[in-house]
């Protein structure tokens, strides 16, 4: 999920010591691990994959409503047709998921390392534009973008598990808490991953911050 000529940026970047970089180089790597973290690709294939995720949540909720269906004789065969379904749409959509969470941090992490080293090297000092820089980082394109749909995850976490909770309270059918319960569990996930994500790209520019530099 990382592409080839941005993995060495990557691996340096994890080597965790500061370097002496020229600014030049250090803004060249950090806009390479910046492009691809926010490739619209990634993006497309976190929302596949969140997708498949929550059909195949559908799809276990439809084997749990099958398995309350008593004295159907076809009840086995049924069930275990449904999880096979279920089973084929959930485990390439979570390795998907947990796939672009995994570089995705890796490469937000080098992005903010690389935007930040300058400022620690003391090669680069900050001026009144990195003030706004900073603070308005997240309306960038790429990072506006994945702000947007973790807040509507971050919704739709909250609608799913009010229904769950409904769920428990009215004692509604165990399908319902299966389906609600999931939908809440899969979006949180996905806000967590994408805000995380964003946020460390944030943390690596605050280097840039005039006030937090010493004197």
Sequence with gaps: MILAETMPDVLVAEAGADRDVRPVDADAAAARTREDYGRLTRWLLGLLGTFGALIATV????????????????????????????????????????????????????AGYWAGLPYRSGRRRPTGGDWFAVRFLSFSPDLFLRVTTSALAALATTFFAALAVRALVIGAPGWELVLWAGGALLFAAVCAGQFGGVQRIQNGHLAREPRRQPR
């Design 59 to 110: 799809v276990v909720s439809m084997a749990a409503w099958v398995l309350t269906e008593p004295g159907d004789p076809m009840t086995a065969v049924t069930v275990a047709a449904v999880l096979v379904l279920a089973l084929a749409l959930g485990i390439p959509s979570i390795w998907l998921l947990l796939s672009l969470h995994r570089s995705g941090r890796r490469l937000a992490r080098a």
